[in-house]
């Protein structure tokens, strides 16, 4: 089992930068795929950014340039660095973990967080 829990959320004004962190703990950290993915009211739990266990990692090209996800296997932490953001960048953000290679879609994500509220002003 693995537990997931998401911080640094909160209100920012358009332009502004958020830096999200995710804790984990239980089982081995650094085999897991790492991603964050988020959902806006009335919308699907959409893929956000995702780092492998070697350090790949992709993005969401409404994200690509603005959002860079890291990690710290000693921490056992996954950060998502969130600059210039947008009103539609507001939403609920969700940290996941996974064997998969990859974790660009919902459909193998293993463990979530219980999310953090990011609101971004106009």
């Known amino acids: 089992q693995v537990q997931l829990v998401e911080s640094g959320g909160g209100l920012v004004q358009a332009g502004g930068s958020l830096r999200l962190s995710c804790a984990a703990s239980?089982?081995?950290?650094?085999?897991?795929?790492m991603g964050w993915f988020r959902q806006r009211p009335g919308k699907e739990r959409e893929f956000v950014a995702d780092?492998?266990?070697?350090?790949?990692?992709t993005y969401a090209d409404s994200v690509k340039g603005r959002f860079t996800i890291s990690r710290d296997n000693a921490k056992n932490t996954v950060y998502l660095q969130m600059n210039s953001l947008k009103p539609e960048d507001s939403a609920v953000y969700y940290c996941?973990?996974?064997?998969?290679?990859?974790?660009?879609?919902?459909?193998?994500?293993?463990?979530w967080g219980q999310g953090t509220q990011v609101t971004v002003s106009s």
């Open positions: 239980g089982r081995t950290f650094r085999r897991f795929a």
């Open positions: 996941a973990a996974g064997e998969a290679f990859r974790l660009t879609t919902i459909h193998v994500v293993d463990y």
């Open positions: 780092i492998t266990w070697s350090g790949v990692n």
